[in-house]
């Protein structure tokens, strides 16, 4: 399934005002938001980026366990851990070394990948037992 940035420009703005009654919006408001958040993700959500993600995580996948990440006690899912891992992936391009070894895969990648798996444990309150070490 594929979602233009019009659609997620709608989800968000739908979210946004999910509280807002009719008369409380600002006339063109919606317009305006839905051009923004379009200028703002085409460039930061495309094709390339969202398949990015897919491979490493399908690559994780089959290397350790699906969704694993998702897991409390999920391996090398520690603050610490995913904290490790994002610098370690940025160190590296930003030493000059485009593509990870052990995958194959750029470290952008794994970096946008690792982040991604932070936030979502973050927003939905999953924590490592290890956390707390």
Partial sequence: MTITSRELARFLLDA??????????EDGLEDKYIQLAEDLLDPLFCPEFITGIMEVVRMG???YEPNGWLYP?????????QHASCSR???AAYAG??????????HYQHLATRAAMAYTRAVHNIHNPRDGE
């Fill in 97 to 106: 070394d485009p593509v990870d070894a052990d995958s194959g895969l750029l």
């Fill in 61 to 63: 996948a089959s290397k």
């Fill in 73 to 81: 006690a999920g391996i090398g899912t520690s603050a610490k851990e």
């Fill in 89 to 91: 992936h940025l160190a």
């Fill in 16 to 25: 946004k005002f999910a509280s807002t009654t009719e008369n409380g919006r």
